[in-house]
Antibody
Framework: EVQLVESGGGLVQPGGSLRLSCAAS????????MHWVRQAPGKGLVWVSR????????SYADSVKGRFTISRDNAKNTLYLQMNSLRAEDTAVYYC?????????????????WGQGTMVTVSS | DIVMTQSPDSLAVSLGERATINCKSS????????????LAWFQQKPGQPPKLLIY???TRESGVPDRFSGSGSGTDFTLTISSLQAEDVAVYYC?????????FGQGTKLEIK
C-alpha cells in the first residue's frame, strides 16, 4: 500500500527548532516532487514547501521562508522539514504529500497521497 | 496569491439528495496552452488527512465514487454530490494549483439534514 508516515512533531518553545520526517513506502519516492502542507487547529489547509525529485529545487511559502528548510534522502525514502525560529502561529498538523504526477520535470502542486500528519505545538 | 472563496461555509442535505458546493478564484486558473483548469477538490473527514477527489476541475481521482463530479472553468467551479451518502459527511476544500503558492478555499462543512 502506498503510504506516507510523518514523525517528529511535539511541543516546542517559541524560538525553538524541530525536524519533521516523512517516510514513504510502496512507490518510487525518488521520482516524485514532494510537499509539506499544514493545518492549524480548526482551520484550513496551507501549503508550506515543496522539493523536486532529486532535491535540487525547493520552494517555500512566504510565512516560513528563511526559517524552514525542506530536504530529502532518496536512499532512505524520506522527506524532511527542518523548522527553526518557531512561532506560535506555526502550531499546526503538518502533512507530507505526494505531487500528482510521476517523473515530472515540474511540480503540479496538487497532491494525491497524504500522510496522517504530525502535530507541532509552539508554546511556552 | 490567488484567493479561493467557497460557498456556502456549511451545508445540510438529506440523504439521497444532491449537494452542491461552489468555489470562486480571484483570477482565472485556466491555462490556455492546454485548456486545463488547475483546480482540485479534496474531502477531509474528522481526524483524517485530506483526500483528493477531483483534479483538472472535472477529472475524478481513481477510486472516487461517480456520485462526485466537478464542473466549471476560469474562475467559477462546482463540486456536486449527486446522491448524498452518510459517509460523505466531511469538510470539502477546493484548491488552485495554477500559480505558486497553491491556495485552498476556507472549506465547506457538509452535514446530513
Amino acid at each position: 500500500e502506498v503510504q506516507l508516515v510523518e514523525s517528529g512533531g511535539g511541543l516546542v518553545q517559541p524560538g525553538g527548532s524541530l525536524r519533521l520526517s516523512c517516510a514513504a513506502s510502496a512507490f518510487t519516492f525518488s521520482s516524485y516532487w514532494m510537499h509539506w502542507v499544514r493545518q492549524a487547529p480548526g482551520k484550513g489547509l496551507v501549503w508550506v514547501s515543496r522539493i523536486n525529485s532529486d532535491g535540487s529545487k525547493t520552494s517555500y511559502a512566504d510565512s516560513v521562508k528563511g526559517r524552514f528548510t525542506i530536504s530529502r534522502d532518496n536512499a532512505k525514502n524520506t522527506l524532511y522539514l527542518q523548522m527553526n525560529s518557531l512561532r506560535a502561529e506555526d502550531t499546526a498538523v503538518y502533512y507530507c504529500a505526494r505531487d500528482l504526477v510521476y517523473n515530472s520535470g515540474w511540480s503540479y502542486d496538487t497532491f494525491d497521497i497524504w500522510g496522517q500528519g504530525t502535530m507541532v505545538t509552539v508554546s511556552s | 496569491d490567488i484567493v479561493m472563496t467557497q460557498s456556502p461555509d456549511s451545508l445540510a442535505v438529506s440523504l439521497g439528495e444532491r449537494a452542491t458546493i461552489n468555489c470562486k478564484s480571484s483570477q482565472s486558473v485556466l491555462y490556455s496552452s492546454n485548456n486545463k483548469n488547475y483546480l482540485a477538490w479534496f474531502q477531509q473527514k474528522p481526524g483524517q488527512p485530506p483526500k483528493l477527489l477531483i483534479y483538472w476541475a472535472s477529472t475524478r481521482e481513481s477510486g472516487v465514487p461517480d456520485r462526485f463530479s466537478g464542473s466549471g472553468s476560469g474562475t467559477d467551479f462546482t463540486l456536486t454530490i449527486s446522491s448524498l451518502q452518510a459517509e460523505d459527511v466531511a469538510v470539502y476544500y477546493c484548491q488552485q494549483f495554477y500559480r505558486t503558492p497553491s491556495t485552498f478555499g476556507q472549506g465547506t462543512k457538509l452535514e446530513i439534514k
